[in-house]
Protein backbone atom coordinates (compact mmCIF):
# COMPACT_ATOMS: atom_id res chain seq x y z
CA UNK A 1 0.00 0.00 0.00
CA UNK A 2 2.64 2.58 1.03
CA UNK A 3 4.63 1.28 -2.40
CA UNK A 4 1.12 2.09 -4.26
CA UNK A 5 1.09 5.52 -2.59
CA UNK A 6 4.77 6.81 -3.00
CA UNK A 7 4.23 5.62 -6.60
CA UNK A 8 1.30 7.57 -7.03
CA UNK A 9 2.47 10.64 -5.94
CA UNK A 10 5.75 10.59 -7.70
CA UNK A 11 4.33 9.87 -10.94
CA UNK A 12 1.52 13.10 -10.40
CA UNK A 13 4.96 15.02 -9.36
CA UNK A 14 7.10 13.70 -12.23
CA UNK A 15 4.40 14.54 -15.00
CA UNK A 16 2.55 17.86 -14.69
CA UNK A 17 2.14 20.53 -12.33
CA UNK A 18 -1.64 20.09 -13.03
CA UNK A 19 -2.16 16.39 -14.49
CA UNK A 20 -5.48 16.49 -16.61
CA UNK A 21 -7.96 13.57 -15.20
CA UNK A 22 -7.07 11.72 -18.38
CA UNK A 23 -3.65 11.87 -17.57
CA UNK A 24 -4.59 10.54 -13.46
CA UNK A 25 -6.30 7.83 -15.23
CA UNK A 26 -3.49 6.66 -17.18
CA UNK A 27 -1.49 6.89 -14.25
CA UNK A 28 -3.41 4.82 -11.92
CA UNK A 29 -3.98 2.15 -14.52
CA UNK A 30 -0.18 2.25 -14.89
CA UNK A 31 0.38 1.99 -11.14
CA UNK A 32 -2.26 -0.85 -10.55
CA UNK A 33 -0.90 -2.97 -13.24
CA UNK A 34 2.94 -2.79 -12.06
CA UNK A 35 1.91 -2.97 -8.30
CA UNK A 36 0.44 -6.54 -9.52
CA UNK A 37 3.94 -7.61 -9.99
CA UNK A 38 6.31 -6.07 -7.72
CA UNK A 39 9.09 -7.79 -10.46
CA UNK A 40 7.76 -4.88 -12.54
CA UNK A 41 9.19 -1.91 -9.82
CA UNK A 42 12.39 -1.03 -11.81
CA UNK A 43 11.03 -0.81 -15.03
CA UNK A 44 8.26 1.82 -13.10
CA UNK A 45 11.11 3.80 -11.77
CA UNK A 46 13.02 3.66 -14.56
CA UNK A 47 9.41 5.16 -17.03
CA UNK A 48 9.00 7.91 -13.96
CA UNK A 49 12.69 9.23 -14.07
CA UNK A 50 12.45 9.27 -17.99
CA UNK A 51 9.84 11.86 -18.17
CA UNK A 52 10.33 14.81 -15.51
CA UNK A 53 9.60 18.12 -14.78
CA UNK A 54 12.99 19.61 -15.39
CA UNK A 55 14.31 22.10 -13.03
CA UNK A 56 14.53 25.07 -15.09
CA UNK A 57 15.61 27.47 -12.50
CA UNK A 58 18.60 25.44 -11.53
CA UNK A 59 19.33 24.48 -15.42
CA UNK A 60 19.67 28.48 -15.55
CA UNK A 61 22.08 28.75 -12.82
CA UNK A 62 24.30 26.02 -14.15
CA UNK A 63 24.52 27.62 -17.80
CA UNK A 64 24.95 30.81 -16.96
CA UNK A 65 27.95 32.67 -16.86
CA UNK A 66 29.46 34.93 -14.50
CA UNK A 67 30.21 38.56 -16.08
CA UNK A 68 34.14 38.31 -16.11
CA UNK A 69 35.98 41.31 -16.44
CA UNK A 70 38.51 39.20 -18.04
CA UNK A 71 36.35 38.12 -20.84
CA UNK A 72 36.56 39.31 -23.80
CA UNK A 73 33.86 40.35 -26.65
CA UNK A 74 32.61 37.43 -28.40
CA UNK A 75 32.87 35.19 -25.39
CA UNK A 76 29.69 35.01 -23.87
CA UNK A 77 28.25 34.37 -27.55
CA UNK A 78 27.80 34.92 -31.06
CA UNK A 79 24.57 34.05 -32.40
CA UNK A 80 22.95 34.29 -35.92
CA UNK A 81 19.51 34.74 -36.98
CA UNK A 82 18.93 33.17 -40.56
CA UNK A 83 15.23 35.08 -41.78
CA UNK A 84 13.30 38.19 -42.63
CA UNK A 85 11.89 38.40 -45.77
CA UNK A 86 9.35 40.76 -47.55
CA UNK A 87 6.45 39.77 -45.30
CA UNK A 88 8.06 39.13 -41.82
CA UNK A 89 10.49 41.83 -40.27
CA UNK A 90 9.21 41.26 -36.98
CA UNK A 91 10.17 37.57 -36.20
CA UNK A 92 13.94 37.44 -37.11
CA UNK A 93 14.43 40.94 -34.51
CA UNK A 94 12.46 39.03 -31.90
CA UNK A 95 14.87 36.41 -32.05
CA UNK A 96 17.84 38.44 -32.33
CA UNK A 97 17.39 41.38 -30.07
CA UNK A 98 16.31 38.61 -27.47
CA UNK A 99 19.73 36.86 -27.86
CA UNK A 100 21.43 39.60 -26.87
CA UNK A 101 18.87 41.11 -24.17
CA UNK A 102 19.90 37.48 -22.02
CA UNK A 103 23.63 38.12 -22.48
CA UNK A 104 24.75 37.17 -25.73
CA UNK A 105 27.92 39.59 -27.33
CA UNK A 106 27.09 39.83 -30.73
CA UNK A 107 24.02 38.96 -32.75
CA UNK A 108 23.81 39.32 -36.68
CA UNK A 109 20.26 38.86 -38.91
CA UNK A 110 20.82 37.20 -42.33
CA UNK A 111 17.91 38.11 -44.35
CA UNK A 112 16.97 39.36 -47.77
CA UNK A 113 17.24 42.83 -49.32
CA UNK A 114 14.42 44.23 -48.63
CA UNK A 115 13.75 43.45 -45.26
CA UNK A 116 17.35 44.90 -44.08
CA UNK A 117 16.66 48.04 -43.97
CA UNK A 118 13.34 47.94 -41.62
CA UNK A 119 15.27 45.56 -39.22
CA UNK A 120 18.23 47.53 -39.02
CA UNK A 121 15.83 50.57 -37.85
CA UNK A 122 14.46 48.30 -35.02
CA UNK A 123 17.98 48.29 -33.94
CA UNK A 124 21.31 49.76 -33.85
CA UNK A 125 22.50 46.69 -31.91
CA UNK A 126 22.02 44.20 -34.49
CA UNK A 127 23.95 43.53 -37.25
CA UNK A 128 21.76 42.95 -40.50
CA UNK A 129 23.21 41.64 -43.93
CA UNK A 130 20.90 42.29 -46.56
CA UNK A 131 22.39 38.61 -48.38
CA UNK A 132 19.31 36.81 -49.11
CA UNK A 133 17.22 36.51 -52.49
CA UNK A 134 13.59 35.79 -53.32
CA UNK A 135 12.17 34.56 -56.67
CA UNK A 136 10.59 37.87 -57.77
CA UNK A 137 13.67 39.64 -57.65
CA UNK A 138 15.72 37.44 -60.02
CA UNK A 139 12.97 36.37 -62.26
CA UNK A 140 14.43 37.28 -65.27
CA UNK A 141 17.58 35.48 -64.71
CA UNK A 142 18.80 32.30 -66.82
CA UNK A 143 19.40 29.31 -64.86
CA UNK A 144 22.73 29.92 -65.17
CA UNK A 145 22.78 33.50 -63.34
CA UNK A 146 20.25 31.92 -60.59
CA UNK A 147 23.06 29.80 -59.39
CA UNK A 148 25.83 32.49 -59.57
CA UNK A 149 23.13 34.31 -57.76
CA UNK A 150 22.87 30.97 -55.09
CA UNK A 151 26.77 31.12 -55.03
CA UNK A 152 27.06 34.67 -53.69
CA UNK A 153 24.53 34.27 -51.32
CA UNK A 154 26.75 30.62 -49.63
CA UNK A 155 29.52 32.82 -50.00
CA UNK A 156 28.12 35.74 -47.95
CA UNK A 157 27.65 33.57 -45.35
CA UNK A 158 30.36 31.10 -45.69
CA UNK A 159 32.40 34.16 -44.46
CA UNK A 160 30.83 34.30 -41.08
CA UNK A 161 30.42 31.03 -39.98
CA UNK A 162 32.73 29.40 -38.31
CA UNK A 163 32.77 32.66 -35.79
CA UNK A 164 29.24 31.78 -35.02
CA UNK A 165 28.56 29.49 -31.97
CA UNK A 166 24.74 29.12 -33.20
CA UNK A 167 22.11 29.47 -35.52
CA UNK A 168 18.72 30.05 -35.32
CA UNK A 169 16.97 29.41 -39.25
CA UNK A 170 13.70 30.17 -39.89
CA UNK A 171 12.09 33.04 -38.39
CA UNK A 172 10.12 35.13 -40.74
CA UNK A 173 12.18 33.61 -43.63
CA UNK A 174 8.80 32.97 -45.80
CA UNK A 175 8.43 30.48 -47.89
CA UNK A 176 9.65 31.54 -51.15
CA UNK A 177 11.13 28.04 -52.79
CA UNK A 178 14.61 29.74 -54.45
CA UNK A 179 15.48 31.30 -50.64
CA UNK A 180 14.61 27.51 -48.71
CA UNK A 181 17.01 26.47 -51.43
CA UNK A 182 19.68 29.00 -50.59
CA UNK A 183 18.84 28.13 -46.73
CA UNK A 184 19.16 24.28 -47.47
CA UNK A 185 23.14 24.91 -48.58
CA UNK A 186 23.31 27.36 -45.59
CA UNK A 187 22.32 24.23 -43.45
CA UNK A 188 24.71 22.14 -45.30
CA UNK A 189 27.57 24.58 -44.43
CA UNK A 190 26.66 25.01 -40.66
CA UNK A 191 26.88 20.94 -40.77
CA UNK A 192 30.38 21.31 -42.17
CA UNK A 193 32.09 23.91 -39.85
CA UNK A 194 29.80 21.51 -36.71
CA UNK A 195 28.02 25.24 -35.85
CA UNK A 196 24.75 24.26 -33.86
CA UNK A 197 21.12 25.62 -35.39
CA UNK A 198 18.11 25.98 -34.07
CA UNK A 199 15.21 24.84 -36.48
CA UNK A 200 12.28 27.26 -36.16
CA UNK A 201 9.03 28.70 -38.34
CA UNK A 202 9.42 28.22 -42.33
CA UNK A 203 12.70 26.60 -41.45
CA UNK A 204 10.43 23.71 -39.89
CA UNK A 205 8.60 23.67 -42.93
CA UNK A 206 11.44 23.28 -45.28
CA UNK A 207 13.33 20.21 -43.02
CA UNK A 208 9.71 18.78 -43.12
CA UNK A 209 9.68 18.53 -46.61
CA UNK A 210 13.69 17.67 -46.56
CA UNK A 211 14.32 15.72 -43.19
CA UNK A 212 17.88 14.85 -44.31
CA UNK A 213 18.77 17.93 -43.87
CA UNK A 214 18.83 17.73 -40.02
CA UNK A 215 18.65 13.43 -39.89
CA UNK A 216 21.31 12.40 -37.17
CA UNK A 217 23.17 16.00 -36.86
CA UNK A 218 23.22 16.08 -32.79
CA UNK A 219 23.74 19.57 -32.78
CA UNK A 220 20.30 20.26 -33.87
CA UNK A 221 17.11 21.89 -32.04
CA UNK A 222 13.72 21.68 -33.27
CA UNK A 223 11.29 24.25 -31.91
CA UNK A 224 8.07 23.16 -33.74
CA UNK A 225 4.51 25.16 -32.64
CA UNK A 226 1.40 23.01 -32.47
CA UNK A 227 0.84 23.42 -36.88
CA UNK A 228 4.43 22.53 -37.30
CA UNK A 229 4.76 19.41 -34.75
CA UNK A 230 1.51 18.56 -36.32
CA UNK A 231 3.26 18.21 -39.71
CA UNK A 232 6.30 16.54 -38.48
CA UNK A 233 4.50 13.61 -36.81
CA UNK A 234 2.58 13.41 -39.85
CA UNK A 235 5.49 13.54 -42.09
CA UNK A 236 8.08 11.46 -40.23
CA UNK A 237 5.90 8.82 -38.26
CA UNK A 238 3.01 8.39 -40.81
CA UNK A 239 0.50 9.30 -38.14
CA UNK A 240 -1.55 11.75 -36.26
CA UNK A 241 -0.29 13.12 -33.03
CA UNK A 242 -1.70 11.67 -30.11
CA UNK A 243 -1.90 13.66 -26.72
CA UNK A 244 -2.18 10.73 -24.84
CA UNK A 245 0.86 9.21 -25.72
CA UNK A 246 2.54 13.00 -26.21
CA UNK A 247 6.04 11.98 -24.54
CA UNK A 248 6.58 8.52 -26.19
CA UNK A 249 5.77 10.39 -29.65
CA UNK A 250 7.68 13.12 -29.46
CA UNK A 251 10.55 10.26 -28.15
CA UNK A 252 9.87 8.47 -31.44
CA UNK A 253 10.01 10.91 -33.54
CA UNK A 254 13.35 12.56 -32.74
CA UNK A 255 14.82 9.21 -32.18
CA UNK A 256 13.14 8.40 -36.24
CA UNK A 257 14.73 11.73 -36.80
CA UNK A 258 18.40 10.61 -35.84
CA UNK A 259 18.96 12.08 -32.16
CA UNK A 260 17.68 15.54 -33.22
CA UNK A 261 16.72 17.56 -30.27
CA UNK A 262 13.17 18.64 -30.65
CA UNK A 263 11.18 21.11 -28.33
CA UNK A 264 7.19 21.21 -28.29
CA UNK A 265 5.86 23.97 -27.64
CA UNK A 266 2.84 24.27 -26.25
CA UNK A 267 0.70 24.37 -22.73
CA UNK A 268 3.90 22.27 -21.65
CA UNK A 269 6.56 22.25 -23.24
CA UNK A 270 8.07 18.94 -23.81
CA UNK A 271 11.94 18.41 -24.37
CA UNK A 272 13.16 15.06 -26.45
CA UNK A 273 16.15 13.52 -27.95
CA UNK A 274 15.55 10.42 -28.67
CA UNK A 275 16.56 9.21 -25.10
CA UNK A 276 15.03 11.34 -22.53
CA UNK A 277 11.87 13.56 -22.09
CA UNK A 278 12.12 16.64 -20.14
CA UNK A 279 8.96 18.74 -19.18
CA UNK A 280 9.02 22.48 -18.87
CA UNK A 281 5.55 23.84 -17.32
CA UNK A 282 6.39 26.64 -15.08
CA UNK A 283 4.63 30.25 -15.07
CA UNK A 284 3.74 31.42 -18.56
CA UNK A 285 1.42 33.58 -19.71
CA UNK A 286 -2.58 32.90 -21.08
CA UNK A 287 -1.61 35.89 -23.75
CA UNK A 288 -1.07 34.13 -27.06
CA UNK A 289 0.23 37.23 -29.08
CA UNK A 290 2.74 35.92 -32.09
CA UNK A 291 6.22 35.97 -31.65
CA UNK A 292 6.60 34.30 -28.13
CA UNK A 293 8.21 31.49 -30.34
CA UNK A 294 10.46 33.84 -31.77
CA UNK A 295 11.71 34.79 -28.47
CA UNK A 296 12.52 31.18 -27.37
CA UNK A 297 14.36 30.22 -30.32
CA UNK A 298 16.59 32.91 -29.91
CA UNK A 299 17.38 31.95 -26.33
CA UNK A 300 17.81 28.51 -27.33
CA UNK A 301 20.43 29.41 -29.43
CA UNK A 302 22.29 31.42 -26.14
CA UNK A 303 21.69 28.96 -23.69
CA UNK A 304 22.78 25.97 -25.91
CA UNK A 305 26.31 27.75 -26.87
CA UNK A 306 26.41 28.83 -23.17
CA UNK A 307 26.12 25.01 -22.39
CA UNK A 308 28.32 24.06 -24.71
CA UNK A 309 31.08 26.19 -23.05
CA UNK A 310 30.33 23.83 -19.89
CA UNK A 311 30.91 20.59 -21.97
CA UNK A 312 34.48 21.67 -22.29
CA UNK A 313 35.04 22.44 -18.69
CA UNK A 314 35.53 20.20 -15.52
CA UNK A 315 32.08 19.88 -14.29
CA UNK A 316 30.28 19.30 -17.27
CA UNK A 317 26.61 18.71 -16.52
CA UNK A 318 25.09 15.07 -17.56
CA UNK A 319 22.46 16.72 -19.98
CA UNK A 320 23.31 17.69 -23.59
CA UNK A 321 24.11 21.12 -24.44
CA UNK A 322 21.00 20.71 -26.37
CA UNK A 323 18.57 19.77 -24.18
CA UNK A 324 19.86 22.26 -21.40
CA UNK A 325 19.57 24.79 -23.64
CA UNK A 326 16.00 24.14 -24.59
CA UNK A 327 15.44 23.55 -20.60
CA UNK A 328 16.82 26.90 -19.69
CA UNK A 329 15.33 28.90 -22.31
CA UNK A 330 12.07 27.57 -21.95
CA UNK A 331 11.57 28.77 -17.96
CA UNK A 332 13.06 31.92 -18.83
CA UNK A 333 10.41 32.49 -21.78
CA UNK A 334 7.71 31.31 -19.23
CA UNK A 335 8.86 33.31 -16.27
CA UNK A 336 9.36 36.87 -18.46
CA UNK A 337 5.93 35.98 -19.83
CA UNK A 338 4.07 36.03 -16.43
CA UNK A 339 5.85 39.02 -15.49
CA UNK A 340 4.70 40.74 -18.60
CA UNK A 341 1.78 39.56 -18.20
CA UNK A 342 0.91 40.88 -14.50
CA UNK A 343 2.26 43.87 -15.94
CA UNK A 344 0.24 44.44 -18.82
CA UNK A 345 -2.18 41.71 -18.92
CA UNK A 346 -4.33 41.65 -22.26
CA UNK A 347 -2.41 44.23 -24.16
CA UNK A 348 1.05 41.73 -23.34
CA UNK A 349 3.31 42.75 -26.51
CA UNK A 350 6.03 40.23 -27.31
CA UNK A 351 8.57 42.92 -27.26
CA UNK A 352 6.84 43.79 -22.86
CA UNK A 353 8.10 40.06 -22.44
CA UNK A 354 11.27 40.85 -24.10
CA UNK A 355 11.68 43.67 -21.72
CA UNK A 356 10.86 40.72 -19.00
CA UNK A 357 13.73 38.94 -20.04
CA UNK A 358 16.73 40.71 -18.34
CA UNK A 359 14.58 41.14 -14.74
CA UNK A 360 13.44 37.31 -14.67
CA UNK A 361 17.13 35.86 -15.48
CA UNK A 362 18.29 38.56 -13.09
CA UNK A 363 15.73 37.44 -10.31
CA UNK A 364 17.05 33.79 -10.84
CA UNK A 365 20.71 34.13 -11.21
CA UNK A 366 21.73 37.99 -9.66
CA UNK A 367 25.15 39.71 -11.28
CA UNK A 368 26.36 39.70 -8.10
N1 LIG B 1 5.94 39.68 -36.32
C1 LIG B 1 6.38 38.73 -37.14
O1 LIG B 1 7.07 39.00 -38.12
C2 LIG B 1 6.04 37.32 -36.86
C3 LIG B 1 6.29 36.40 -37.86
N2 LIG B 1 6.12 35.07 -37.66
C4 LIG B 1 6.53 34.21 -38.75
O2 LIG B 1 5.40 33.85 -39.51
C5 LIG B 1 5.72 32.70 -40.27
C6 LIG B 1 4.60 31.68 -40.11
O3 LIG B 1 4.59 31.23 -38.76
P1 LIG B 1 3.29 30.68 -38.04
O4 LIG B 1 3.63 30.42 -36.65
O5 LIG B 1 2.11 31.58 -38.29
O6 LIG B 1 3.14 29.35 -38.87
P2 LIG B 1 2.08 28.21 -38.72
O7 LIG B 1 2.40 27.19 -39.72
O8 LIG B 1 1.90 27.80 -37.31
O9 LIG B 1 0.71 28.94 -39.11
C7 LIG B 1 0.51 29.67 -40.31
C8 LIG B 1 -0.96 30.11 -40.38
O10 LIG B 1 -1.71 29.11 -41.01
C9 LIG B 1 -2.57 28.53 -40.11
N3 LIG B 1 -2.38 27.09 -40.25
C10 LIG B 1 -1.22 26.49 -40.49
N4 LIG B 1 -1.39 25.17 -40.58
C11 LIG B 1 -2.66 24.95 -40.35
C12 LIG B 1 -3.45 23.81 -40.30
N5 LIG B 1 -2.95 22.59 -40.52
N6 LIG B 1 -4.74 23.91 -40.00
C13 LIG B 1 -5.26 25.12 -39.81
N7 LIG B 1 -4.58 26.25 -39.86
C14 LIG B 1 -3.30 26.17 -40.13
C15 LIG B 1 -2.21 29.03 -38.71
O11 LIG B 1 -3.33 29.16 -37.86
C16 LIG B 1 -1.55 30.35 -39.00
O12 LIG B 1 -2.49 31.37 -39.06
C17 LIG B 1 7.07 32.21 -39.75
O13 LIG B 1 8.09 32.68 -40.58
C18 LIG B 1 7.16 32.90 -38.41
O14 LIG B 1 8.49 32.99 -37.96
C19 LIG B 1 5.69 34.53 -36.39
O15 LIG B 1 6.87 34.15 -35.73
C20 LIG B 1 4.90 35.53 -35.57
C21 LIG B 1 5.51 36.92 -35.53
N1 LIG C 1 -1.20 27.15 -24.21
C1 LIG C 1 -0.08 27.67 -23.69
N2 LIG C 1 0.02 27.98 -22.38
C2 LIG C 1 1.14 28.51 -21.85
N3 LIG C 1 2.24 28.74 -22.56
C3 LIG C 1 2.21 28.46 -23.87
C4 LIG C 1 1.07 27.89 -24.52
N4 LIG C 1 1.34 27.70 -25.82
C5 LIG C 1 2.61 28.14 -25.99
N5 LIG C 1 3.12 28.59 -24.83
C6 LIG C 1 4.46 29.16 -24.60
O1 LIG C 1 4.77 30.07 -25.64
C7 LIG C 1 5.99 29.69 -26.27
C8 LIG C 1 5.84 29.93 -27.75
O2 LIG C 1 4.97 28.96 -28.27
P1 LIG C 1 4.03 29.22 -29.51
O3 LIG C 1 3.22 27.99 -29.71
O4 LIG C 1 3.29 30.51 -29.34
O5 LIG C 1 5.13 29.37 -30.65
P2 LIG C 1 4.98 29.91 -32.13
O6 LIG C 1 3.60 29.67 -32.67
O7 LIG C 1 6.10 29.36 -32.90
O8 LIG C 1 5.20 31.47 -31.91
P3 LIG C 1 5.53 32.58 -33.02
O9 LIG C 1 4.31 33.42 -33.11
O10 LIG C 1 6.70 33.32 -32.47
O11 LIG C 1 5.87 31.89 -34.29
C9 LIG C 1 6.22 28.23 -25.88
O12 LIG C 1 7.53 27.89 -25.64
C10 LIG C 1 5.46 28.09 -24.57
O13 LIG C 1 6.35 28.25 -23.49
MG1 LIG D 1 6.96 30.22 -34.67
Not at 22 to 36: E, I, K
Request: charged share 25%; with cysteine; proline share 5%.
Amino acid sequence: MLVKHCVISALTRSTSHSPSSTVLRRQQFLVRTLCASRTHLPKLIKAMSSTSEADAESVLRTVTPTLDPKRHKGQAGKIAVIGGCREYTGAPYFAAISALRIGTDLSHVFCTKDAAPVIKSYSPELIVHPVLEESYTISQFSEEEKRKVQDNVIGEVDKWMERFDCLVIGPGLGRDPFLLECVSKIMLLAKKFNVPFVVDGDALFLVTNSIDLVKSYPLAVLTPNVNEYKRLVQKVLNCEVDEEKAEDQLRSLAKQIGGVTILRKGKTDLISNGEIVKSVSIYGSPRRCGGQGDILSGSVAVFLSWAQQLKSGPESPSESPAILGCIAASGLLRKAASLAFTKHKRSTLTSDIIECLGESLEDICPVS
